[in-house]
């Protein structure tokens, strides 16, 4: 059964503060790592797939990478305005997504 | 354009009441879904439509109803719900390809059953 775990559940960060989530996932045969955002009440907002071990996707003060276990999302000098919901999900055979219980975190300016 | 919409935004309804949650993207997208979500927890799977055809139904109740009109339109049909059924119903769209088959959600409908 495929299972995805994210690291920390909850991370506080000041601003300015870079940290990285992690996103631990057990599949078999791997057919795309995703990473969304999610704010409070909203739906989940696209930000990376990733498909092969040692790929790396930016995006502003993102980016994710992949290894053949894990994916890493780094966030680099964060703003307020990150604070979200993480949530990492993998795709294995046919259209189901398996999340991980995401991460919430907060920027305190 | 990666947008998906949903009406209504907010829903209340009675457990004996009959409504309808709408979904619609033009992306040219041939794989739809449903997911329900509870507070503080992922979205989880409820029905998968690929080319219009239900292909997955993850052991949802009967008074969850879905439909697909078209390759555009998403609809799910609710009827004599439970309280525990409140949650935000998430639709999303995908293309159905093993190389390109990242799901983009919409914005979700928070639904409370009284």
């Known amino acids: 059964e495929d299972q995805v775990t994210q690291s920390p559940e909850a991370l506080r960060l000041q601003e300015g503060e870079s940290s990285s989530l992690n996103c631990s996932y057990t599949?078999?045969?791997?057919?795309?790592l995703f990473w969304y955002r999610q704010d409070p009440g909203k739906g989940p907002e696209f930000l990376f797939t990733?498909?092969?071990a040692g790929e790396e996707k930016e995006k502003e003060r993102l980016k994710a990478t992949l290894t053949k276990k894990e994916s890493f999302l780094h966030i680099t000098a964060p703003k307020p305005e990150d604070s979200a919901t993480y949530l990492c999900?993998?795709?294995?055979?046919?259209?189901?997504?398996?999340f991980g219980g995401g991460t919430r975190v907060l920027v305190k300016p | 354009d990666t947008e998906v919409t949903q009406t209504p935004k907010h829903l209340v309804m009675g457990m004996t009441n009959k409504k309808s949650l709408k979904c619609e993207q033009h992306?040219?997208?041939?794989?739809m879904y449903w997911y329900k979500q509870k507070a503080k927890k992922p979205p989880e799977l409820m029905f998968v439509?690929?080319?219009?055809?239900?292909?997955i139904n993850e052991s949802v109740p009967s008074r969850f109803s879905p439909e697909c009109p078209n390759s555009s339109l998403l609809n799910l049909h609710l009827h004599a719900l439970q309280p525990e059924d409140s949650a935000l119903y998430l639709c999303?769209?995908?293309?159905?390809?093993?190389?390109?088959?990242?799901?983009?959600f919409g914005p979700g409908t928070r639904l409370t059953v009284l």
């Open positions: 999303a769209s995908s293309q159905d390809l093993p190389s390109s088959n990242t799901q983009y």
């Open positions: 999900a993998v795709r294995a055979a046919g259209n189901k997504l398996t």
């Open positions: 990733l498909y092969s």
């Open positions: 599949v078999s045969g791997l057919r795309g």
């Open positions: 439509y690929s080319y219009e055809k239900l292909s």
């Open positions: 992306m040219g997208h041939r794989a």
